[in-house]
Each structure stands twice: as C-alpha cells, then as structure tokens.
C-alpha cells in the first residue's frame, strides 16, 4: 500500500485513540436499468457487504432494476428526468431558480409515486438532486409538506436539518475527475478528500455527527475507479475500523 493509504489507516486509528469509530455511507448516482456496469457494482456491494443507497432517475428507471439479492441496497429519488432546465449560462441544475417551487413539487410528486408504486418501501422519500444544485427559491423547504424526509447533496452539511422536517446527508468523496478526464480522479485525490472530512469531523470543524459519504457514479467508471472502490471497502470495513451506515438509519429519524 502507497503512503495515501496508510495516511487513511492513520486517521481512522487517529479517531479509535480518542473512542470514537468514524461511520461512512455509499451513494451512487444515475441509476435507470440494470447495465453490466451496475450488476458489477451490485456484486461489489454483496462481496464487501457494504450498504448502497442508489440514486435513481424516476423518469427512465426500469421495474427490473433491482433483483432480490439486492437486499444492502436502498433507493433515493435523483430529480425526476435528469435534464438540465437552467437558462444557457447558469450552473445545471433541474431545478433552476425561475421555477415555481408547485411547478418542482408536482414533477417530483409525480416521480416519487412512480417509484413507490415500482419498488415500494425500497424507495426512500429523500431528494438527491441532479448536479447536487436546488436553485428554485423555495423548493428545499417545501419539500417536508409534499411528503420527502431527506436531502442529500455534496459538501459539508451546515446543520442535520436542511429545513424543519427535512434530514441533511451529504457526500464528500468524488471518485471522478468530471473537470478533467472524466475518468478516476485518482487515488491520492479520493484520499485527500476523505482525510479532509473525516479530519474536520474528528477536530470539530464540520459537523462530527455526519457520515463521510463516498460519491460513485457506476455508469462512467474506468478499472483504476472500481479497484479504488475495492481497496477502500477493504481498507475501512471489517476490523472495526469503520461502520459503513445504511440509509434508511441516516434519513428515517426518529
């Protein structure tokens, strides 16, 4: 193993010498059909017994998504169609800010039922938005009234509660260079922003109480990104060295 493991290894026994264990989770983006990239990620989840919350496109998702062997995975609802609706110029998102926030309510509404009636109690009433962006005025607080519990973006959370009624987690951890080669960011660029959360966790600078989330998008993976993934479940599971969290215990509180 390269020094950036071991960096990692470091830090995890850095948060066992002061009693604590730190808690991951797993989010992957995109989801709509069960491609060979997905079933290879699905194994990856069985073998390493690692739980997935896997964001799903309402619009274009198949009923034959999941099979049920898939019991570690769980579903979260990414937008409704996945298309950008931003003015040219403006940072993509699906919710762009000259939109009413009944107008974004009534599409998600629509895609959340779509996913209830296809999965049932597998699909969680949590908001991931495309690009990780909400940028109609509005429409994060409204989402408690129209029956969503979560919300999960990119970045430090600010606080648990994105709103009153609306739970807050986060990722942290791009596995892709989506500036650049859209392709693996790379192993010492992955670790360096694992270390960075985990450590203003452990020191009190970010919230300590939200998991270090890893961000994958299983569509576009190279071979360098599924062996980082691999390496990093064995690196943090097991052992306790770390818990890997389930989402229904993250978004369902209390």
Request: aromatic share 8%.
């Amino acid at each position: 193993m390269t020094n950036d493991w071991q960096a990692l290894r470091d830090e995890l026994a850095r948060w066992h010498d002061a009693g604590r264990v730190p808690d991951f989770w797993w989010r992957d983006d995109d989801a709509t059909a069960r491609s060979a990239p997905l079933v290879r990620m699905l194994g990856l989840c069985r073998s390493a017994a690692i739980p997935l919350a896997l964001a799903v496109i309402p619009q274009d998702v198949s009923a034959g998504l999941l099979e049920d062997d898939d019991a570690l995975v769980t579903l979260l609802q990414h937008g409704v169609t996945h298309r950008n609706l931003a003015p040219a110029g403006d940072k993509k998102t699906e919710f762009p800010a000259g939109e009413l926030p009944t107008e974004a309510l009534y599409r998600l509404s629509q895609g959340r039922a779509r996913m209830a009636g296809l999965f049932g109690k597998r699909a969680l009433p949590v908001l991931v938005p495309p690009w990780n962006r909400v940028s109609a005025t509005g429409l994060v607080e409204a989402l408690p009234g129209a029956g969503f519990c979560g919300l999960s973006r990119f970045g430090p959370r600010r606080r648990i509660d994105a709103c009153a009624g609306l739970v807050q987690i986060n990722t942290h951890v791009d596995v892709i260079d989506w500036r650049g080669s859209r392709g693996f960011v790379g192993t010492q660029a992955a670790l360096a922003q694992t270390l960075a959360h985990l450590q203003a966790r452990r020191l009190e600078n970010a919230d300590p109480m939200e998991p270090t989330g890893l961000l994958t998008h299983h569509a576009v993976h190279d071979e360098a990104t599924w062996v980082f993934i691999e390496t990093f479940f064995a690196q943090t599971a097991g052992h306790g060295r770390a818990v890997w969290r389930k989402a229904p215990g993250l978004f369902l509180q209390g």
